[in-house]
């Protein structure tokens, strides 16, 4: 079990937060040492040849390279109708209930407990009257690919299908729900190992329909994704697969030898 993982009190030494203009930065300090805001200023990343920008999800990710580290910066952005609206502003309800300090601090519990997500470095908000941004950095997950990726290459091999399955359960015996489980946010590294990301709205829930609803979730953008490529790329075997993974419980690693 994760001890309470988004609760401030539970989290490391490492951990600072500190004012920035209009808001407020948290960060590890084992990670990155005398954070400022710049860390979120992608353009200047990118200008200075440290940076690449690349599609993710609802809006962009940043690709940053900096003293030795991998880092992914990526900006929150609204989904949906309300985006017509407004972009990438939310509505203010306190400091610890800004998107990026819930996700960080729920990455941080499950880093830390040994879940395999991306390592969380920094995040931001900035408030204007009663509504925010947000900003969130982690560490990039090396040759790691989103399995969306994967499936318009080629089949996937059932050993991975196993191993996918085998690490959604590990997070639901955690008890975390996933909030937008689908194949864009599963990455698999060239040793075959399974990580999940992008957290943004995820907690932890005791055991319920929702992990059903997870999955159902989950099966539904495999489907849409690979409808209109090649035959093969997802089918009844390899969810078959998946399920066994799935079914045989959290004692594996979720690990497969290779691609």
Not at 57 to 67: M, Q, V
Not at 161 to 190: E, T
Not at 228 to 248: H, I, K, L, V
Request: net charge positive.
């Amino acid at each position: 079990m994760i001890a309470d993982a988004v609760s401030p009190g539970s989290l490391t030494n490492a951990v600072r937060r500190a004012p920035v203009q209009d808001g407020a930065m948290l960060y590890d300090a084992s990670r990155v040492s005398n954070a400022d805001p710049s860390l979120f200023d992608a353009r200047s990343w990118i200008e200075n040849l440290s940076a690449r920008r690349t599609p993710a999800g609802r809006g962009e990710a940043i690709f940053i390279e900096h003293a030795g580290r991998s880092w992914v910066l990526r900006p929150y952005r609204r989904g949906g109708f309300i985006a017509r609206l407004t972009a990438d502003r939310y509505f203010w309800t306190g400091e610890e209930w800004t998107r990026a300090f819930r996700e960080w601090r729920l990455l941080h519990a499950l880093h830390a407990a040994g879940l395999p997500v991306p390592a969380p470095v920094a995040a931001r908000y900035r408030r204007r009257g009663f509504t925010y941004t947000a900003d969130l950095i982690t560490e990039r997950i090396e040759g790691a690919q989103p399995l969306s990726v994967l499936l318009t290459r080629d089949a996937v091999p059932v050993a991975v299908w196993g191993a996918i399955g085998r690490c959604v359960r590990r997070f639901h015996d955690a008890g975390v729900c996933h909030a937008d489980l689908n194949a864009h946010n599963i990455l698999i590294d060239a040793s075959g190992r399974v990580f999940l990301i992008d957290f943004d709205r995820g907690r932890r829930r005791p055991p319920g329909s929702w992990r059903v609803a997870n999955l159902v979730r989950l099966k539904r953008s495999l489907e849409k994704i690979t409808r209109d490529g090649p035959a093969g790329r997802f089918s009844s075997p390899a969810w078959a697969a998946f399920q066994r993974g799935y079914d045989s419980g959290s004692a594996s690693s979720g690990s497969v030898s290779a691609l």
